[in-house]
T-cell receptor
Framework: SAVISQKPSRDICQRGTSLTIQCQVD?????MFWYRQQPGQSLTLIAT?????????ESGFVIDKFPISRPNLTFSTLTVSNMSPEDSSIYLC??????????FGSGTQLSVL | DAKTTQPTSMDCAEGRAANLPCNHS???????VYWYRQIHSQGPQYIIH???NNETNEMASLIITEDRKSSTLILPHATLRDTAVYYC????????????FGKGTHLIIQP
């Protein structure tokens, strides 16, 4: 199994500002993902964080709004830029283990005022 | 288009077996069936996955029909801590492209 630490666990932000969420894994992993879970909804994949290259974004998500860094095989960040109330969600980091299981962090609860 | 269909919610008495159905009538030959659950305020947790044979682990059993068009997740002795949203997912990539989560089944274990 993989142990994933996400920071911050929650935050309240003002409209127009940006927040960077950190994801730290206790072992090297090839695949890391970022998901969003809007209130009362299921999870939606934002992007795959690629080590050493630009992230791969899903339809509806763009780099300018959700820039992602992946400097090494144990760490990634997701930034939510120029926030609006519609960005209020839980953001989750996920990694794929060698036996094809996804492990998730506990998430970052973001509220935008 | 949804690849799986699950009931929105289910109740089960504590101590009884919880049987959660999933329909995946358009499943391809190389797609696995995965089950995850999400307890309130936590990230999803892997439960079990299988291709065509029935699978069992310490958490649950997975029964896949012979035609692979549906499956059932069985929690043999449900406890209150099993109250969660359970997601049935089909995927051929082993999760390498991320997994697509549907709406899932909200299982409520009643005392």
């Amino acid at each position: 199994s993989a142990v994933i630490s996400q920071k911050p666990s929650r935050d309240i932000c003002q409209r127009g500002t940006s927040l960077t969420i950190q994801c730290q894994v206790d072992s090297q992993v090839t695949m890391m993902f970022w998901y969003r879970q809007q209130p009362g909804q299921s999870l939606t994949l934002i992007a795959t964080a690629n080590q050493g290259s630009e992230a791969t974004y899903e339809s509806g998500f763009v780099i300018d709004k959700f820039p992602i860094s992946r400097p090494n095989l144990t760490f990634s960040t997701l930034t939510v830029s120029n926030m609006s109330p519609e960005d209020s969600s839980i953001y989750l980091c996920s990694v794929l283990s060698v036996n094809e299981k996804l492990f998730f962090g506990s998430g970052t609860q973001l509220s935008v005022l | 288009d949804a690849k799986t269909t699950q009931p929105t919610s289910m109740d089960c008495a504590e101590g009884r077996a919880a049987n959660l159905p999933c329909n995946h009538s358009t499943i391809s030959g190389n797609e696995y069936v995965y089950w995850y659950r999400q307890i309130h305020s936590q990230g999803p947790q892997y439960i079990i996955h299988g291709l065509k044979n029935n699978e069992t682990n310490e958490m649950a059993s997975l029964i896949i029909t012979e035609d692979r068009k549906s499956s059932t997740l069985i929690l043999p002795h449900a406890t209150l801590r099993d109250t969660a949203v359970y997601y049935c997912i089909v995927d051929s990539g082993g999760g390498a492209d991320g997994l697509t989560f549907g709406k899932g089944t909200h299982l409520i274990i009643q005392p």
